[in-house]
């Protein structure tokens, strides 16, 4: 199996192509995906939406030029400005308090950085989030035109967007500049598969193929660029009408859980009043009012019922369910997770009424929660520390080349950060290089990684700092 997957493994021989100078099949593979997504021109790209992400900001920007990204941005689109050494504007992102997640921004918070900030040569956002939000594409495109920018959206979980008329829109859908589609999060593509695509005439061809060819590798995988042309295939031919079951699935498995006692399901109907939506292909699943940590269920899901899921964080666990999903599988999950409400809210019962083990204290239901299971009272709220943005002091390529020195989480109050914090996953950024780190944030990172949270750019309690 392994040799004969192997036999795929070649090169730039003959008749083969070249990704960075196509002539051939792999021009010809582009530009199907080019039709099937809506796109004038499409890049395939073997080094992850990572590359493209980087490749789109280092296509339309250089030192000192100012780009707007969401608060809530991916750590890939801090890397751009970095290779870039673009200054950041961020866009204040709207946060849901029941699920303690990030929902992005607002045509209004965007429209207020474009009148304070008019030399801003593009915008860049996450649509879906990790968590199915999609902000409103079309205003937000139609505002970025407005004022003459650039829209660069990050579609790193929205590669099924396009195929399916009941899932929130793409920025393909309605004329974004460049749209980076994550194949290997939501089509059957191999990991690190990802494409790029370009609409209108606003940046050159030329330029992308510049920046990519400073970024990707120069020997690209002609599996993942194989993988890439049968997952186009397959969203093409039949992506509608899988997308359409799996939708169907996803909403059964919606209704099924909010039905359940304890437990609480993301659906558009939670956020669509504040102006967004929600792909149903990510069931974001809360078991909080149990006093279970989504930590504690992944877990579970796991050790008992040998399911992983795509993430985590401190009140959620996130599934992504794509177009091979069926619907047996997907009611089975939303069953499993039933169960384990049952079984714990069953335990807590039994705690109560037998008194807590640990700590020999009478716990009650409203309690927030159980002292005998050994959680912090109060767990940190992953929302409200989006809601502060960190001063800028320099950009974030200076930040990184700076002199730094290590110190530890407490001291670091007031001091710029060289590194990129960020809780992973799901890879939003806390604090950006270049920016002062606040007494919110370091609180936050201290309670949260007592709680279990991990940190990328915090090493054993310190973070890196400059002075
Ligand atoms: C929103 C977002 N953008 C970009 C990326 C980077 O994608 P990749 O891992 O394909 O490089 C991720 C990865 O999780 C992501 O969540």
Partial sequence: MIAHSLLGDVTELPGLDDLHAPEGAIKEAQHLAARAFGADETFFIVNGSTCAIQSAILAVSGPGCKIAVSRDVHKAVIGGLILAGAYPVYIDVEVDKEFQIPLGPTP?????????????????????????????????????????????????????????????????????????????????????????????????????????????????????????????KIAATKGHELLGRVIHAARKAQSRLNRSAGVRCLTEEDVVGKGFRHDPTKLVVSLDSIHMTGFEVARTLREKCRTEVEFADIVNIIAVLTMVDNEQEILAFADAIREIAITEDKRHERII????????????????????????????DFSSVLEETPKQVMTPREAMFATWEQVELERAVGRVSADTVVAYPPGIILVCPGQEITGRMTDFMIHAASCGVQFHGVKDDCVLVVR
């Fill in 353 to 380: 009424a037998e008194g807590c083990a640990t700590s020999g204290k009478t716990c009650t239901k409203s309690d927030k929660r159980c002292e005998g299971r050994g959680i912090e009272p109060v767990l940190p």
């Fill in 108 to 232: 209004d918070s965007l429209k207020h950085v474009l009148d304070k900030h008019p030399d801003v040569r593009a915008v860049v956002f996450t649509n879906p989030n990790y968590y199915g939000i999609s902000p409103r594409v079309d205003l937000l495109v139609a505002l970025i035109h407005d004022y003459d920018k650039i829209a660069i959206i990050d579609e790193a979980h929205g590669a099924h967007l396009p195929f399916h008329d009941d899932l929130p829109l793409s920025g393909l859908e309605v004329g974004a500049d460049l749209v980076i589609s994550g194949a290997h999060k939501t089509l059957p593509a191999m990991t690190q598969t990802s494409l790029l695509h370009r609409t209108g005439g606003k940046v050159p061809d030329e330029d992308i193929s510049r920046a990519l060819k400073v970024i990707e590798t120069a020997s690209p995988s002609y599996i993942l660029m194989a993988s890439l042309d049968i997952a186009r």
